[in-house]
């Protein structure tokens, strides 16, 4: 579960996708999650259905109910598409045997694989494969010979996934937010090589010898060694030093490349993922990219620090580098006590991040992960009136709960001034528009708030902010601009805490395997952990329970399940939802994380802001 950010970044680039599912456990929460990640970024996905040994080997069943196994699996992968694909792509992109876009096999050596084409032409059926197993090892890897896996994936790939050209035509009206009329984005649409340069970065590498790398789609133009790009985001020109293509394991250096490839570019300083690249001549016209989208949120947080202080200012340096490339994760400082506090998506991802400093040798400490919680409210405030310290300047402004759906909405028909990763929205309700000096301090005074609100200074979610009255003194505004921004600040707390305010606790969604004689086992387990029980379903002598359970209940639930089936059961985990806390179950919660922040442990009051 922790790999989804790296799975959405690598989606940017690519066209079609080869979704991989054990023949045995058939398609998991983690199947499900990077299929809708593909279709919701218009990726054709082709299917390949692996451990096809296991169903022979282990559970030994015979042909008919091993393509019952395969059939199943076909059938919901298909509901994957029927849910989550567009309507103009539901039907063209189902799985079907007989179209040969799905795959069958063993990737394990010695490895073989088919399509229902391969075997009609080679004159084989599934009882072949049988007797080649039943004869021992030296008559498998002669079927390894007769059924080569990389043919099987390379004819599923040339005959099923889209070339750039094909694909761009349809791919560039989801990820590209530009005017699809403009003649820029006709020449990403038709993968024109000879307009102008449009690079989408969705990688970012860091290499001892070469210093950064930037890997990349060229959506539009052709690019050479030696070229001056410009960079959206960073406002900035960079030269390219040096292109290269990865090929394996290796690096073949080119003089140029076209559009429709990916690349990996040297000497662009100022780049990170999502970044947006051109000619300097369509720096004012061209419009970057969509933003990338993650399925997950930060929500498990650990303090680290170097084992030798003296290298501090090294582990800080290798940390910025991998938040480069990595956007899942939250780097802060805790003021009271130093700590440098690292959040991600789970404790495999956080242990990655540990793996990834000690490969640049640094030995580090890291303190046991607490979870992460996000303030929120159920009702709408009253309208808060707030003075900056001098009396001078004045703001009035409202605060409600809103979600996603509600969001789709107000863009269609209120003025925006900001919305942030937590769906969070600051609304204009003046009936002028607000000067853009003005805008930027209120807008950086409110998200001061948004980033640690009132209750226990963790992040704000779902809030829409409606600003109803703004009085500026000039004066502040050029020499204490400082005071408007606390001002804002304090306005969103008065109203967040008028407003039955409460925290948001962080949900996995989670599947366990088990053999169906330990149920009673896993799901007392879950049950003691306040898990919620969704669904039990069974496969011959193993069952799959799916259900919902709190982050701060997961800590050390491996070490639970191992022991109570003797290593028998496997589990995924994805992050599911953020969930209310009910004020009083949250009261306890509030408190512990005040004082850990060197905070009282009350809760101050509205009128204290």
């Known amino acids: 579960m922790d790999l989804t950010a790296r799975v959405s970044r690598a989606l940017r680039a690519i066209d079609g996708a080869i979704v991989v599912v054990d023949a045995v456990e058939g398609c998991q929460i983690q199947t499900e999650i990077v299929t809708k990640q593909a279709l919701q970024e218009r990726i054709k996905p082709i299917l390949y259905i692996n451990k096809v040994d296991r169903l022979i080997k282990e559970l030994k069943l015979n042909s008919n109910e091993i393509q019952n196994y395969f059939q199943n699996i076909i059938d919901k992968f298909n509901d994957y598409i029927e849910l989550y694909a567009e309507n103009e792509f539901k039907d063209k992109w189902k799985i079907i045997p007989e179209m040969n876009n799905v795959g069958f096999g063993c990737a394990l050596y010695p490895s073989w694989g088919f399509t229902l084409n391969i075997m009609k032409n080679k004159k084989l059926k599934f009882d072949n494969i049988f007797n080649y197993y039943k004869n021992g090892i030296n008559k498998i890897e002669i079927l390894s010979e007769i059924l080569p896996l990389d043919k099987c994936i390379l004819n599923m790939i040339i005959n099923h996934l889209p070339s750039p050209k094909i694909a761009q035509t349809y791919r560039i009206k989801k990820i590209w937010k530009g005017d699809l009329n403009s003649a820029l984005a006709q020449n990403m649409q038709k993968c024109n090589e000879n307009g102008p340069l449009i690079i989408c970065i969705h990688k970012i590498l860091f290499d001892k010898h070469v210093g950064k790398i930037s890997i990349g789609r060229i959506f539009s133009g052709t690019i050479n060694s030696g070229d001056e790009v410009y960079l959206l985001t960073a406002k900035d020109i960079n030269r390219v030093l040096k292109i290269f293509i990865s090929m394996g394991h ?212 779902g809030l829409q902010i409606n600003i109803h009255l703004l009085k500026i003194d000039k004066n502040t505004l050029e020499v204490d601009p400082l005071q408007i921004m606390l001002m804002g600040k304090r306005a969103v707390y008065s109203a967040f805490l008028k407003s039955e305010p409460t925290i948001f606790e962080p949900i996995y969604k989670i599947q366990i395997q088990v053999p169906t004689n330990l149920i009673g086992v896993i799901t007392a387990l879950l049950l003691q952990r306040k898990s919620k029980i969704l669904n039990i379903e069974q496969k011959d002598s193993y069952s799959y329970i799916t259900g919902l359970i709190p982050v701060k209940e997961s800590f050390n639930l491996s070490t639970d399940i191992r022991s109570k089936t003797a290593g028998q059961a496997f589990w995924q985990t994805v992050f599911s939802h953020w969930e209310f806390i009910s004020y009083d179950s949250a009261q306890k919660i509030i408190s512990d994380i005040r004082i850990k922040k060197g905070r009282k442990a009350e809760i101050p009051k509205a009128d204290f802001f």
Do not use: W
């Open 250 to 461: 290796k690096r073949e250096i080119v003089n140029s490349l076209t559009a429709g490839n990916i690349g990996a570019f040297i000497g662009l300083s100022e780049a990170i993922v999502g970044e947006t690249l051109t000619n300097s001549e369509f720096k004012e016209i061209i419009d970057p990219f969509e933003n990338i989208k993650y399925v997950s949120d930060p929500v498990i947080t650990v303090s680290i620090e170097p084992k030798h202080p003296k290298e501090l200012p090294k582990m800080l340096d290798i940390l910025n580098k991998i938040k480069i490339n990595d956007p899942d994760i939250k780097i802060d400082i805790n003021e009271d006590t130093g700590e440098y506090l690292i959040s991600g998506i789970g404790q495999l991802h956080l242990e990655i991040i540990a793996n990834e400093i000690k490969d640049f040798g640094i030995d580090i400490l890291m303190s046991d992960p607490i979870v992460v919680y996000r303030e929120g409210i159920k009702i709408k405030s009253p309208i808060i009136s707030t003075l900056s310290q001098n009396n001078l300047n004045q703001i009035k402004l409202s605060v409600e709960p809103i979600n996603e759906e509600r969001i789709k909405e107000i863009l269609k028909h209120k003025k925006i001034l900001a919305i942030d990763y937590n769906n969070n929205l600051i609304i204009n309700d003046l009936s002028q528009e607000i000067d853009d000096k003005i805008k930027e301090i209120i807008i950086k005074g409110i998200k001061m708030a948004l980033n640690a609100g009132p209750l226990c200074e963790e992040p704000i979610k």
